[in-house]
DNA sequence: CCACTGTTGTCAACACTGTTGACAACAGAT
DNA sequence: ATCTGTTGTCAACAGTGTTGACAACAGTGG
């Protein structure tokens, strides 16, 4: 509907291009269509726009992806907003795992590109703040506080950001996924590899959350030992 | 030396071009000049040769950024082959996590290129043969073998890898390194990110290797607890 | 010594990519 | 009605990975 958004010769304005309806659209490209089809051409073509008209609201490519990154972070600073602030940290800390386990898992295409960049946006610095303050009401001191916000904040992203990177990879590419497992090391020499060969039918059954949900237990289990030897040296 | 290894018009066969050959001039060039500079005519300068000279050894680009993947993760591998068998399997994993540490400094931009891909090559093999191994001497089910071999494999490569991606980063796309860390948390306002202002002095110094120490530790800590309470119900 | 065969480097070309600068069509204000 | 700033269009540039036809060589068999 609207006015058409254009056609064959449409110079008329009519339906304006937006920093949010390019990045609306820049996240469908991306997620529908994988991470490589995310060239400005197709994004133009998608909007019915010239593939240009794009560096009007934005600096460079990096700038939309790093946006739309801090766009869709947006949606896990929401949700841990939700949380009652009389929670105790550590439940506070695992939510906080997994809502961002589900975004990588929303938006694995997108979150492949953005994980290890800093965007500085709003949602970012809420999360950080959210991490500090609950570490921070354990008692630790502002030392302590940080090396296990780092240790938790970059494992918990680390982890993620590898299963995205993982689920955003172009099907052919990565080995018809859990089936690569058994492939490879069921067929290795027994003679060589017996450790392998003898647990390849469950490397291939394992599941991926299972094992994040088992290093984020260990890691706020190390964080309740530093709290708990911090109080004994304090008396 | 040599014959010149082409000029010109060197139509001359000479010096033969070879998957080693190839595979070190990709390696120099990319740790040399950063990921981006890694393209075929760069490479084709690079060995004296045409661009697509190197597509009668390699199939593509990801063919070769997989062998020179897999080559460097060799260098791991020929490490942790000295490691005496008797050493408990502590040590043994706490040697390699280290090892994959100084690998993804050593190799910043192919690392970060290469860690979340399965080359089925055989330094590959060789690693994971060896956490199994490790693991599996604890008396652990299969079960919590493997899990507890993704735990360790995915959390240190994660962590490498990051590390990896970020130090291999254009100079200017990073901000400054740490200086980032002060520059952004240092000016948020005090009344909504009361804890990131009162840690953004610790957030600047703290160092990416005790981080990673103590994830490390972390992990190796609940394998620990995991075999200790597995002899529990055993009797 | 010659002819044949397979290997390997060369060259031109293709279909892409991100990005820039000149231009034109419009909206709103004077 | 004119002037101004915004925003989409278009042609072009320098760069990318990759392919197919071609040619120079090495080694082999007659």
Redesign the interface.
């Known amino acids: 509907m609207s006015t058409s958004t254009r056609s064959a010769k449409g110079r008329g304005r009519s339906t304006a291009l937006s920093r949010d309806s390019i990045l609306e659209s820049a996240i469908t490209v991306i997620e529908r269509d994988g991470v490589a089809a995310l060239s400005m051409r197709r994004l133009g073509d998608e909007l019915g726009v010239d593939a240009t008209a794009f560096y009007r609201h934005f600096r460079d490519k990096?700038d939309l992806v790093l946006a739309a990154y801090d766009r869709v972070t947006g949606e896990l600073a929401a949700q841990i907003r939700t949380i009652a602030p009389d929670v105790d940290w550590r439940t506070r800390l695992h939510s906080l795992a997994w809502g961002s386990w589900q975004l990588a898992a929303r938006y694995p295409a997108l979150f492949s590109l953005g994980w290890?960049?800093?965007t500085?946006g709003e949602a970012e610095?809420e999360i950080?703040?959210y991490i500090?303050?609950a570490l921070?009401s354990t008692g630790m001191t502002?030392?302590q506080?940080?090396?296990?916000?780092?240790?938790f904040g970059?494992?918990t992203?680390?982890?993620c950001?590898?299963a995205a990177?993982?689920a955003a990879?172009p099907a052919e590419?990565?080995?018809k996924d859990a089936a690569?497992w058994t492939r490879?090391?069921a067929v290795?020499p027994q003679a060589?590899?017996?450790?392998?060969r003898?647990?390849a039918?469950?490397?291939a059954t394992?599941g991926e959350e299972?094992?994040y949900r088992?290093?984020v237990?260990?890691?706020l289990?190390?964080i309740e030992?530093t709290i708990a030897s911090s109080h004994v040296s304090d008396r």
């Not at 506080?145 to 240790?151: C, T």
Request: glycine share 6%; aromatic share 6%; net charge negative.
């Open positions: 990096d290890t960049r800093t500085g610095s950080v703040e500090l303050a921070a502002a030392d506080v940080v090396l296990h916000y780092r240790m970059d494992t992203l680390a982890l950001g590898m990177s993982v990879m590419l990565r080995g690569a490879i090391y290795l060589e590899y017996p450790a392998a003898a647990h039918a469950e490397l394992v299972d094992i088992l290093t237990e260990a890691i289990d190390r030992v």
